[in-house]
Nanobody, 124 residues
Framework: QVRLVESGGGLVLAGGSLRLSCAAS????????VAWFRQAPGKQREFVAF????????VYADSVKGRFTISRDNAKNTVYLQMTNLKTEDTAVYYC?????????????????WGQGTQVTVTV
């Protein structure tokens, strides 16, 4: 079993920055891809970014490309999402997830371990 805990969410003004963290406290984490997804009220959960096990490849949704950066520190069993130039449309609950196989994916069903989420609210 893998337990993931997100932190770092909060309230921020448009144009501001936040850094989210996803810490794994149990199970195997460092050898699998990890992704961030988000879900806004009334909307489907959507892919934000993923990072492969060694950080050698990252992929971003078009809506966050150039503003968000995903990274990981396997020694700390932690994945980060640095978010800059935040927009009101970035308001959502952000979830981290570990893939069920070593293959990275932008698809939700490829991830079978999820955190509880952390709220990010961007205001003007």
């Amino acid at each position: 079993q893998v337990r993931l805990v997100e932190s770092g969410g909060g309230l921020v003004l448009a144009g501001g920055s936040l850094r989210l963290s996803c810490a794994a406290s149990e199970g195997t984490f460092s050898t699998y891809p990890v992704a961030w997804f988000r879900q806004a009220p009334g909307k489907q959960r959507e892919f934000v970014a993923f990072i492969v096990w060694n950080g050698g490849r990252t992929v971003y949704a078009d809506s966050v490309k150039g503003r968000f950066t995903i990274s990981r520190d396997n020694a700390k069993n932690t994945v980060y999402l640095q978010m800059t130039n935040l927009k009101t449309e970035d308001t959502a609950v952000y979830y981290c997830a570990r893939a069920g196989t070593p293959l990275p994916s932008t698809v939700r069903v490829a991830y079978n371990y999820w955190g509880q989420g952390t709220q990010v609210t961007v205001t003007v």
